[in-house]
């Protein structure tokens, strides 16, 4: 295992400018295992101390299993191994869906593993896009399609943007009970959660609709 720092910057000389863009990275700092190939086998996404590196680390290990265990035939495995690729890894939701395909029929237990990723690939694409996003994310969210994960944060954000720019108070006062719920107890979501609040009110006393 090889330890690798990266430094994003804007130097002309910056040998791999878009490095973070590429594994997933959305702020700093951001912390991965990578395997030989330079894929993303785990994200770290707990706080920075050392027993929870080392459960990134274990879950880092028990993906290089999983891949083994799929490469040797192992149906479950599979199905697992496409969900987490999905997760950690710049798959399409077109890729995943054919990867899908190709282990035949699934059974609904197969299905309901993989809903969870295909969504996340889903709203993955629809941040890439960018113009259009927030009615997309809106729709999803008034279907009740909200996923979970690494996508998570960019979801919400996209989210609460679009309810921000459409002064869409009630959307807004919507999203924050579920952000408490969900993230309310996670210091890591606390900015965005007390910032969202002050939009909030903002948006009460403009009189948004």
Known sequence: MVLFLHNTSSLKEEPYPDLLQEKGGRGFPYLVFLDAEGNVIARHEAERTVERFQATRSRAEAFLELRKKAAQGDRAAKIDLLAARAELQPITLEAAKAEAAALG?????ESAKLEPAFLSLEVRGILMTREGAGPKLVELWKAGRVPTGGVARGFWSGLASQAIDSKDRALLADLLVRLRKDYGADERWKP??????????????????
Not at 192 to 209: A, H, V, Y
Request: hydrophobic share 30%; no cysteine; proline share 4%.
């Open 105 to 109: 029929a699934l059974s609904p237990e």
């Open 192 to 209: 965005m959660i007390e910032s969202l609040e002050k939009r909030l009110e903002g948006l009460t006393s403009d009189g948004g609709g």
